[in-house]
Structures are given as structure tokens and as C-alpha cells.
């Protein structure tokens, strides 16, 4: 027996004949837990561990996920903690490779991470995960400029060693400056490959932060460069208005999802299931809907795989990502919605 498609779709086709009334799937998953149609898994094949609560796993993923990603891009890892499924997306940090097709992730353990503390604490080879597909506009374009700006800190830099790796796979190693910034020396990741490409290494705590007047300082010929910039919204602000005040092309990663908006929440309707729960303007509809029961798909969570889309048919939603408000009869995405007012979802 193989793992090809084909062969796993004749399978399934011979099982689901006499498998009633359990679905294929259960099957499936009992000869080879990566075998699922109904969502892609992975399993953790590599464990590095660091002293400062930080981890590199390496995934192999199962049948049916995509593994042709682009450097730069997250996938996502899903886990049950506590009995409920818990998911986040991380940057993967290897070059693409299609002959091997494994994922590389970097984890560092944040105050109330549920998911990055369980794996921190627990992640061995063997164990199987959930996996969303490759995904994230922050990739290298093709042809890639001939000169490039890397503006990371802390943990924003693991898309960037992702890039960084695959400049040098691939030779297209032209004119790159990286200036990356971590709070302690100690929080430096990724030292080698930042070191093969001389990168400046700010450490906050003694040198203060990296602000436009520095990063001039630092690299001159600013203005001629590409810009990708990855770490805290304060940080990335500051660079793209810097960016169009200087007339630079920039790219930015944003980690974690801007909850701040005018949005006042209020009672969200799910009308398949006719539960009603309220919510305020910082917890989104998908979130909203878990802690009342109500489990809708999704993938990334950050607005971007639209796996997660439902329709709105009353009240209005405000889009965290993009700062929209959507009307009733609009396809919302729930992870990055929020009620603006009382709603009714189709779901
Ligand atoms: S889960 Fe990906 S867009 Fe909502």
C-alpha cells in the first residue's frame, strides 16, 4: 500500500463500501494517523530544545498538504490543550524544498501562549498535529531586487531566515543588509545564519531601539533598498510611514492581530444552531462562537486562508485586519471579525 492520492483514494473508495456507519477516515487514521481527508496532519519529527524556552521542531507533513511553500510564508499547527483544540501560526524557518517536504518551525514560549507553552513543555518526536496549509502575502518576489533591507526583531526574524536560507539555496545572494533587534543577547536566535550575512545585531536593552534615524545611519543607501520588516506593530508602524514619507518600497509581517478598533461588541446569533452569546469588541466571532460551543472551520486565524468565511445576515462587522465595516448580507471572515453591534451569523 502506498500514500500516493491515487492509491489512498482507491482505498478509501474500497473502505467506505464496507465501513458504515464509521467514516473511512476513522480507518484511515488507524493504519497511518497522517492519512485524513477531512483535515491535514503532521507529525513532529525533530525536537531541538533551548535554555531559554525555545524550540525548533521539524514536521513531516501527512497526505494532502501542500508543501511548495514560499519563503517567508506560516503555516498552522494545531493541538488539543486542555481537551480543546488550540491553533497559531508560525513562520517556517527552512528553505523550501519539495524533495524532502518537511516544515521547520521556531516556538519560543509566551506569557499565556497556550500552544507555545504545551509544546515547549511536551513536544517529542512522534507526536501528530494539525496542520493548515503554507499561506502569507510576506514572500520573496521573482526576480528577486538586486537590494534588499531586513528589518526584524525579536521573533519576526524567523520569516527572514526562511528568506535568508533560500537566497543562499537558490545563489541569489546579491546585496542584502539585516539589522536585527533582540532586547538581551541571550534572546538572539538563529545566530549563524545571521552572521553569515554580517548582520547589525541591536541589543535594546544596552544600545535603546532601532528607530528610522538609526536604520539611515546604519545603511546609507537606504533609499535604494527593498524593504521586509517583521516584529512589533509599533515597530512596523513607524517603518511604513517612514517608508512612504522616504518614497521606499516595504513589505511587513505582522505577527499578532491588532485588537484595538471602535467596534462595541454585542450579542452574536448563530442561526443554524440558534445559539446566542455576547461578545465584546476585541474577541472575534470565531473565538466568540468556541467559548459558546459553537465550532466553526477555520485555518490560519489571522484573515488570510478564508477557510473560516460565513455569511453575515444581520448587523454589521468590523474587519480587524483591514478596518472595514461589512454589511448584512456580506461573506465575513470570522477569525478577524468582530461585532459592531448585535449580529446574525449563517453558521
Ligand atoms: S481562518 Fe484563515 S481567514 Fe479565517
Redesign the pocket.
Known sequence: MTESPDGLARFRNVLRRFTTPLLPDDYTVLANPLWSKRELRGKIERVERFPDDTIHLVIRPGWGVPVNFKAGQYI?IGLRVDGRYTWRSYSLTNAPDTRDGLFAITIRAVEKGRLSNHLVGTAQPGINVRL?AP?GDFHLTDPVPEKLLFVTAGSGVTPVVAMLRTLVDRRQVTDIKVVHSVRNRSDLIFEDVLEDFDAHIQVTSEQGRVSPAVLEELVPDYRERVVYACGPATMLDELETWASDNDIEIRVERFTLERASDAKGGTITFARRGIQTAADGATTI?EAGEAAGVQM?????????????RELVDGHVHDLRTGDTREPGSRI????GVAAGDITIDA
Open positions: 498552522g493548515a499561506a470565531l472551520p477555520f485555518g490560519c486565524r489571522m484573515g488570510i486562508c478564508q477557510t473560516c468565511v471572515r470570522t477569525c478577524v
